[in-house]
Nanobody
Framework: QVQLVESGGGLVQAGGSLRLSCAAS????????MGWYRQAPGKQRELVAG???????RYADSVKGRFTISRENAKNTAYLQMNSLEPEDTAVYYC?????????WGQGTQVTVSS
């Protein structure tokens, strides 16, 4: 059974930083694609950043240059380093694991950026 456990959310002032972690279990992590999504109140869930099993990354335009996605296969963990946070980044952040035709989701972690 695949499980994703997120951590690292919280309250931070604008301009601050946070690092989210997503620990996976129950699957061969190194061959999966990982992603971070976010959903703000009243808005659709959107892709923030993704990383393939081979390490290729992609980012939403709104976070390019501020956020960095990475993975540590030996620890079955993906990370999202968020710098220069803005109030518009406030949302629930979800970890996603994509393997074959299946998507798995974490429970979500709240990120709140105060102005």
């Amino acid at each position: 059974q695949v499980q994703l456990v997120e951590s690292g959310g919280g309250l931070v002032q604008a301009g601050g930083s946070l690092r989210l972690s997503c620990a996976a279990s129950g699957i061969a992590f190194s061959i999966t694609d990982m992603g971070w999504y976010r959903q703000a109140p009243g808005k659709q869930r959107e892709l923030v950043a993704g990383i393939t099993g081979g390490g290729r990354t992609r980012y939403a335009d709104s976070v390019k240059g501020r956020f960095t996605i990475s993975r540590e296969n030996a620890k079955n963990t993906a990370y999202l380093q968020m710098n220069s946070l803005e109030p518009e980044d406030t949302a629930v952040y979800y970890c996603n694991l994509h393997h074959g035709l299946t998507d798995y989701w974490g429970q979500g972690t709240q990120v709140t950026v105060s102005s």
